[in-house]
């Protein structure tokens, strides 16, 4: 276990019904555990991060999650304080995440992977109309039911943001680098510097579908020290690889999208539902 965590005493009830029971994840952010609420003999995940941590990342996640509440693509939000030397957020436990089926199966076929493309189309729909943009897709964070693998839900908040401002406006476009996510899902727009809007979240999701397909990508294993450089060079092989993949039709759909526009979900839908036809 991560040394800032050894200390996270096991027999102490947090919340005043919560107590750790095993860790089951550890992410940038803090640590996930599973828990028990003790109350009711509910099994819960328990997320953790040291006080010592001045981004203070997981107060973001719960404010976000708290805002999302009652969407049925977010884990349920059950408690966030802090005790002790950590912050806790507790939270609906989950089973696999899109993560483990791909290491499991190395690759996803295409049939699943469309019909999972189309659940989290659906999901971005419903959080983008509350105003949130989520910045950190990858397959890690895209978790199934523990009892319904038809079901998927999206996790870990600490990165998102609103795209309203205090006006009820969309945020402006800016390019002073915004280099918030993994990059090897990031958008061209987000290599180029600019902010992150809607369309930037769907273009994420269409390079993570093309990595569980292929289980690779032609950017992957870019070496270079110099971080810009390597931006460069996974940008450059991205703006090639754009007419030659399976989903070059909803990449050019998401690309065409202006900053402040609005994505049409159901256009996108029905172009993946298209690909299973064409292939």
Not at 108 to 121: D, M, N, R, Y
Not at 145 to 157: A, C, R, T
Not at 248 to 262: G, I, S, V
Request: hydrophobic fraction near 35%.
């Amino acid at each position: 276990m991560n040394t800032s965590y050894q200390d996270i005493d096991f027999n102490k009830v947090i919340g005043q019904k919560y107590k750790i029971v095993e860790q089951i994840g550890e992410g940038n952010f803090g640590i996930v555990f599973k828990g028990i609420n003790i109350k009711n003999n509910e099994f819960v995940a328990i997320k953790v991060e040291n006080n010592a941590r001045k981004s203070r990342v997981l107060n973001n996640e719960a404010k976000i999650l708290k805002h999302l509440s009652g969407l049925d693509c977010v884990p349920k939000f059950n408690w966030f304080g802090a005790f002790e030397n950590h912050r806790f957020i507790v939270m609906q436990l989950l089973g696999k995440t899109l993560l483990d089926y791909k290491d499991i199966k190395n690759t996803l076929s295409l049939s699943i992977c469309l019909q999972v493309f189309e659940k989290i189309i659906n999901i971005f729909n419903s959080i983008h109309g509350r105003g949130i943009i989520y910045r950190d897709i990858k397959p890690e964070n895209f978790i199934f039911d523990l009892d319904n693998l038809n079901k998927i839900y999206i996790i870990d908040f600490g990165l998102a943001t609103t795209y309203i401002d205090g006006n009820n406006k969309h945020v402006e476009e800016d390019k002073t680098g915004h280099y918030t996510g993994t990059i090897r899902y990031s958008s061209i727009n987000i290599h180029e510097g600019y902010n992150h809007s809607r369309r930037d979240d769907l273009i994420s999701v269409g390079y993570m579908f093309l990595y569980l397909l292929l289980g690779n990508l032609p950017w992957m294993g870019i070496d270079d020290d110099n971080i810009k450089n390597k931006f460069n060079t996974i940008m450059k092989i991205k703006i090639k690889n754009l007419n030659n993949n399976i989903f070059r039709e909803y990449f050019k759909e998401c690309y065409d999208l202006q900053f402040k526009e609005k994505p049409n979900y159901n256009k996108l839908i029905q172009i993946i539902k298209k690909t299973t036809i064409d292939t």
